[in-house]
Antibody, heavy 121, light 107 residues
Framework: EVQLMESGGGLVQPGRSLRLSCAASGFTFDEFGMHWVRQIPGKGLEWVAGVSYDGTYTGYVDSVKGRFTISRDNAKNSLYLQMNSLRVDDTAFYFC??????????????WGQGILVTVSS | DIQMTQSPSSLSASVGDRVTITCRPSQSINNYLNWYQQRPGTAPRLLIFASSRLHTGVPSRFSGSGSGAESTLTINGLQPEDFATYYCQQTYSVPHTFGQGTKLELK
C-alpha cells in the first residue's frame, strides 16, 4: 500500500522559510515522479511543483518560481519542498503526491493526508 | 496557463441518480484530462485519467468522455459515498491546472 507522510508544516512569519518533507513507502520510489499540490482551506487545488523520478526535471507554478525548490533523495525515499520568502497567500494545506509515471505526467494517483502551512505575523 | 472551467459549481442529486459534470479548457488539451474526487477532510483521489481511463479500484459507475472542447464525468447510480467535490485537471501542459470544483450534495 502506498503511503505518503508529510511533515515540517506549521506557523511561520512572512518572509521566513520552511522545509516540507514527505516520507514515501509501499512503492519503488525512484521509479515515479513526485509533486506538491496545495489547497487553501475550503478552496480548490493548485499544483505547486513536480520532479521527475531521477530528479533531473523539475517544474513550478509561476507564483512560487524563485522562492520554492522541490527535490528528492531516492536513497531515503523522501521528497522535499524548500519554501523561502513565504507570503501570506502561501497559506494552505500542502499535499505530497505520487505521479502515475516516471516523468511528470500530472496524473496524481496517490496523495498524502496533507500538512498545513500558515504564513502569518 | 490553461484555465479549466467546470459546471455546475454545485449539484443536488439523490441516491440512484445519474449525474454529469462538465469541464471546459481554455484551449485544446487533446484529452489530457483527469478527474478527482475529494470527500470532506480527506485528500483527493484519482478517478479517471486521459479523459476516459478508469483508475485502479474505481467503481465502474464512474465514466469519463471528451470531445475536443469539452470533457464530462458521469456517475451512473449515485451511491451515498459519492457525495463529494469533484475536480477536473489538465495534464497537457505545465502548470497542471485544476477546475474550481463541483460540489455534489444530497438532495
Amino acid at each position: 500500500e502506498v503511503q505518503l507522510m508529510e511533515s515540517g508544516g506549521g506557523l511561520v512569519q512572512p518572509g521566513r522559510s520552511l522545509r516540507l518533507s514527505c516520507a514515501a513507502s509501499g512503492f519503488t520510489f525512484d521509479e515515479f515522479g513526485m509533486h506538491w499540490v496545495r489547497q487553501i482551506p475550503g478552496k480548490g487545488l493548485e499544483w505547486v511543483a513536480g520532479v521527475s523520478y531521477d530528479g533531473t526535471y523539475t517544474g513550478y507554478v509561476d507564483s512560487v518560481k524563485g522562492r520554492f525548490t522541490i527535490s528528492r533523495d531516492n536513497a531515503k525515499n523522501s521528497l522535499y519542498l524548500q519554501m523561502n520568502s513565504l507570503r501570506v497567500d502561501d497559506t494552505a494545506f500542502y499535499f505530497c503526491v505520487k505521479d502515475r509515471l516516471g516523468l511528470m505526467s500530472g496524473d496524481f494517483d496517490s496523495w498524502g493526508q496533507g500538512i498545513l502551512v500558515t504564513v502569518s505575523s | 496557463d490553461i484555465q479549466m472551467t467546470q459546471s455546475p459549481s454545485s449539484l443536488s442529486a439523490s441516491v440512484g441518480d445519474r449525474v454529469t459534470i462538465t469541464c471546459r479548457p481554455s484551449q485544446s488539451i487533446n484529452n489530457y484530462l483527469n478527474w478527482y474526487q475529494q470527500r470532506p477532510g480527506t485528500a483527493p483521489r484519482l478517478l479517471i485519467f486521459a479523459s476516459s481511463r478508469l483508475h485502479t479500484g474505481v467503481p465502474s459507475r464512474f465514466s469519463g468522455s471528451g470531445s475536443g472542447a469539452e470533457s464530462t464525468l458521469t456517475i451512473n447510480g449515485l451511491q451515498p459515498e459519492d457525495f463529494a467535490t469533484y475536480y477536473c485537471q489538465q495534464t497537457y501542459s505545465v502548470p497542471h491546472t485544476f477546475g474550481q470544483g463541483t460540489k455534489l450534495e444530497l438532495k
